[in-house]
């Protein structure tokens, strides 16, 4: 019944060496925090996104450790400062173990 | 709201027994949000400066609330930021996220979106890799609250 985490990276495909680009970063997900509960009074069990991750060829720029008051389908803007080209890796974990991950390339002049 | 709805949070034994006004209930919020905050920067005070916490006067929908941090910082090794907390002082439980930052993030600043449970105040607090810390505080109105309820 779950829908699958579909993840929307918005960064631009070029920059020059130095430059500070922004990156904007989506994924759906309901992000069950835990407090709601069901019509017989159950507690709905926490299931969210709890770690994103950014990485440029390999090397960590920016990460976040995720609590239940974030919003559904977590959406994180940063930026990085690039000096050479290559790829942007994004890497969202749930709660139940799943890895979601998207990668973005980068040409930089 | 009814306090059965509110995890008790683990304080001290004399809040854990108030089940009297909303306003106690908000003190003990308050309490374990300073406590949630002391435990970051390792028992240093936050100074004010240098963070800037951004969020709306009146949030109409505390199921999503944009907020946004930026700490003054040239993002180099001598002058670089580690990580910025975000804390909610009136929500079931404090903590709402950690933001790690590295020199290749270039500038010390994000964006996100939040859930507040009620009219209460968002607080930022700044890590730099020196040690020292520093913090921002908004207060936020909340037309519909954000926890499902």
Redesign the interface.
Known sequence: MAAKSKPRIKVPKEAKAGE??SLKTLISHEME?G??KDKDGNVIPRKIINKFACE?NG??????????????N?????????SESGTFKFTWTDDDGSVYTDEHEITVN | MSISRRRMLGVSAGFALMSVAGARIALADVEATDKFIMKFTGGKKPETGKITLTAPEIAENGNTVPVSVKVESAMTDGDLVESVLLVADGNPNPDVATFHFTAMSGTAAATTRMRLAKTQNVIAVAKMADGSVFMDKKEVKVTIGGCGG
């Not at chain 1, 090397?59 to 239940?68: G, H, R």
């Not at chain 1, 977590?74 to 690039?82: H, L, N, S, W």
């Open positions: 500070v680009i925090s407090q709601r440029f090397a960590p720029v920016f990460s976040c450790d995720i609590d239940p008051a974030i919003s559904a977590p959406y994180f803007e940063f930026t990085a400062k690039v």
